[in-house]
């Protein structure tokens, strides 16, 4: 009789012990971890950075990025930018972080009229090549600084030439 329980007992122990991880692996399966990605613009496709964190740890601030052309408003949770990112609050889910905007001007708006386009690109390649009155037609020389060298030149045209004719391969300028 008493061999019988002791038996039993460890052929229950023994179940439990194998049971026991098996269905604690089954139902939470790399459930301790969330990934948090985050934005340069709400626009944009691509995130500029992630990492994985474990579910329910504070992710902390985010360092302020920079954009010549802007200036930064904060860090959001959503690409209305209406719900504020709140570093003190613990992550819980995989989550989408977008920097928020103001932008000052257009990078190769340099007649200031809101569009970037062949206009631009005629008159910074004129400017660049030295014609006389071409200084006063460039209304703002940080957009015309394409390249962000502090210099506004030859290498400004040509680059904002070849954006105005849909030139994929310079489009990061432009940002
Ligand atoms: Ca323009
Ligand atoms: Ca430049």
Known sequence: M???VALLLSVLIAAAFTAFPMTASAV???SDECSVWWYLRATDPEPIAGVDVKRGEVFGPIAEPGRTNAVFQGWYLNRELTVPYDPTKPIMQDTYIFAGWEVLYLIGDVNNDDVVNGADAGLLSRY???WSGYYDKIKNMAA????????????DAGILARYTSDWDQVRWYFY
Do not use: C, F, L
């Not at 015309?144 to 290498?155: C, F, M, P, T």
């Open 28 to 30: 939470e399966p790399d």
């Open 144 to 155: 015309a600084d394409i390249n962000n060298d502090d210099k506004v030149n030859g290498a």
């Open 2 to 4: 008493k061999r019988t």
């Open 128 to 130: 660049a090549s030295g």
